[in-house]
T-cell receptor
């Protein structure tokens, strides 16, 4: 079945450091890929998405490129801030392209940024 | 402001008791979903509904029940048959016609614990 594997956390960085959170997937077909962010005690929010190979999603300084050849969707940010501290989830869209809610989620990676 | 409201934020269940988690949305979305989140794990789909008066089981529906009598509301009941109910529960919604490319909108969650 479809699956998502995320880099294990927790990840601790100093402010202004470079961030990479790895995400690889196995899937049938060509699903969309997503990164969601969850702040403490809250629900998830969409951070960025890519719908086809070689697409780059970007938002708030975060970027991720849909790499079909390596089945990856790594999240990057050039300079993290304390306010980026959160849990980040990589998600794979429904392979049959019918239902947004049937996405497959990774286990999440906790990021802590220290001043 | 449009959004999804979950209540209560914290809920405690006694042995043998059924409890109901509320989820209300004013986004005019047709599709609604319930997920369970355990510490250090990704989201698992419990139930989903793509239209009023219709709902489908997700991956872990046993011990749960739902109803969808109104477009705005999708309550989840955790029954006494659910032997390990302690988790963070998230409600989400989306526009189904967009298929898998559509993002999910999440509520802020309910933490359920067993007394």
């Amino acid at each position: 079945g479809d699956s998502v594997t995320q880099m294990e956390g927790p990840v601790t960085l100093s402010e202004e450091a470079f961030l990479t959170i790895n995400c690889t997937y196995t899937a049938t077909g060509y699903p969309s890929l997503f990164w969601y962010v969850q702040y403490p005690g809250e629900g998830l929010q969409l951070l960025l998405k890519a719908t086809k190979a070689d697409d780059k999603g970007s938002n708030k300084g975060f970027e991720a490129t849909y790499r079909k050849e390596t089945t990856s969707f790594h999240l990057e940010k050039g300079s993290v801030q304390v306010s980026d501290s959160a849990v980040y989830f990589c998600a794979l869209g429904d392979p049959y392209n019918t239902n947004a809610g049937k996405s497959t989620f990774g286990d999440g990676t906790t990021l802590t940024v220290k001043p | 402001d449009g959004g999804i409201t979950q209540s209560p934020k914290y809920l405690f269940r006694k042995e043998g008791q059924n409890v109901t988690l509320s989820c209300e949305q004013n986004l005019n979305h047709d599709a609604m979903y319930w997920y369970r989140q355990d510490p250090g794990q990704g989201l698992r789909l419990i139930y989903y509904s793509q239209i009023v008066n219709d709902f489908q089981k997700g991956d872990i529906a046993e011990g749960y029940s739902v109803s969808r009598e109104k477009k705005e509301s999708f309550p989840l009941t955790v029954t006494s048959a659910q032997k390990n109910p302690t988790a963070f529960y998230l409600c989400a919604s989306s526009i189904p016609q967009g298929g898998t490319n559509e993002k999910l909108f999440f509520g802020s969650g309910t933490q359920l614990s067993v007394l």
